[in-house]
């Protein structure tokens, strides 16, 4: 059995993923990436196996495959997830289920492998790579907001149960990163023409965003920090600026907040409803 730690990263192919597998890698960890497409990448210090997280037999390999080489898990980093840019209306029920089964069933297939393991073993870290959207639903990504707030509730309650058996539940919720993940996202099948002068907006707002958003290895130093707390707290966000804007929706009335979504995404406040000179 090795000594060092063995932490398994889901979906380390590029961004976020990839920058913790090659931190953690330099940290000595025994790092295990997945991809669905493993030949395509040839890792230097760590290894990469193949995962879907849609897929029971797939996850079932993939774990078994770090459990008969190395005889333990110490950490689950759940990264793998992908991006719905439809305004809410838009999303198919097609769309909407293909997004929650990544995004949110593919981490309780990973922990359903993984927390036996832990519990056997009486130690463990899970960390899910959650969003600050998981807090704060902006378009137009409202079902995707929906998944990660999904992982928000279910990673709170696992905490409360699978303390007892020295396992740490923890969630990471970056901003706005550099990575691909805006790149790859998923436009909407059926896109609902009311709703283009809004996603020409948005759209337009995406090399600034590109320019203010923090690197992915902002992330990674995050979730090493985690890695390296005995008993680490339920959320941590990657930045000041990330911190802020997770704190801002506790602290600011609600109409201020909203006033500021709209604001910082050019949103038109709600109309009034025409008055009746009649008698109610």
């Given at each position: 059995?090795?000594?060092?730690?063995?932490?398994?990263?889901?979906?380390?192919?590029?961004?976020?993923?990839?920058?913790?597998?090659?931190?953690?890698?330099?940290?000595?960890?025994?790092?295990?990436?997945?991809?669905?497409?493993?030949?395509?990448?040839?890792?230097?210090?760590?290894?990469?196996?193949?995962?879907?997280?849609?897929?029971?037999?797939?996850?079932?390999?993939?774990?078994?495959?770090?459990?008969?080489?190395?005889?333990?898990?110490?950490?689950?980093?759940?990264?793998?997830?992908?991006?719905?840019?439809?305004?809410?209306?838009?999303?198919?029920?097609?769309?909407?289920?293909?997004?929650?089964?990544?995004?949110?069933?593919?981490?309780?297939?990973?922990?359903?492998?993984?927390?036996?393991?832990?519990?056997?073993?009486?130690?463990?870290?899970?960390?899910?790579?959650?969003?600050?959207?998981?807090?704060?639903?902006?378009?137009?990504?409202?079902?995707?907001?929906?998944?990660?707030?999904?992982?928000?509730?279910?990673?709170?309650?696992?905490?409360?149960?699978?303390?007892?058996?020295?396992?740490?539940?923890?969630?990471?919720?970056?901003?706005?990163?550099?990575?691909?993940?805006?790149?790859?996202?998923?436009?909407?099948?059926?896109?609902?023409?009311?709703?283009d002068e809004l996603r020409e907006r948005?759209?337009?707002?995406?090399?600034?965003?590109?320019?203010?958003?923090?690197?992915?290895?902002?992330?990674?130093?995050?979730?090493?920090?985690?890695?390296?707390?005995?008993?680490?707290?339920?959320?941590?966000?990657?930045?000041?600026?990330?911190?802020?804007?997770?704190?801002?929706?506790?602290?600011?009335?609600?109409?201020?907040?909203?006033?500021?979504?709209?604001?910082?995404?050019?949103?038109?406040?709600?109309?009034?409803?025409?008055?009746?000179?009649?008698?109610?």
């Amino acid at each position: 059995m090795s000594e060092r730690r063995t932490v398994l990263v889901t979906g380390a192919s590029k961004g976020i993923g990839r920058e913790t597998a090659e931190l953690l890698a330099g940290d000595n960890w025994e790092v295990f990436g997945t991809s669905r497409t493993p030949d395509d990448y040839a890792p230097d210090g760590w290894e990469m196996l193949g995962l879907d997280v849609t897929d029971d037999a797939s996850v079932s390999e993939c774990v078994s495959a770090v459990t008969e080489r190395i005889g333990r898990i110490d950490a689950l980093v759940n990264n793998a997830g992908y991006g719905l840019n439809a305004f809410t209306e838009e999303a198919t029920v097609e769309e909407v289920c293909a997004q929650f089964e990544t995004n949110y069933v593919g981490v309780h297939r990973m922990c359903r492998a993984v927390l036996p393991i832990m519990r056997r073993q009486g130690s463990g870290h899970i960390v899910n790579i959650s969003s600050l959207s998981g807090l704060i639903g902006t378009p137009p990504s409202g079902h995707y907001a929906a998944s990660k707030h999904a992982l928000e509730g279910y990673s709170q309650t696992m905490r409360f149960e699978v303390a007892q058996f020295g396992v740490r539940v923890v969630l990471v919720e970056p901003g706005f990163t550099q990575s691909e993940f805006r790149a790859n996202a998923v436009d909407p099948a059926e896109p609902i023409e009311a709703y283009d002068e809004l996603r020409e907006r948005i759209g337009g707002m995406s090399e600034h965003v590109e320019q203010r958003a923090a690197p992915a290895s902002a992330v990674a130093t995050t979730v090493r920090r985690v890695l390296n707390t005995p008993h680490p707290r339920l959320r941590y966000t990657c930045t000041r600026m990330d911190w802020l804007a997770a704190h801002m929706r506790c602290w600011l009335p609600q109409g201020v907040m909203h006033w500021m979504v709209r604001k910082v995404f050019g949103l038109q406040a709600a109309k009034r409803p025409a008055h009746s000179d009649a008698h109610e």
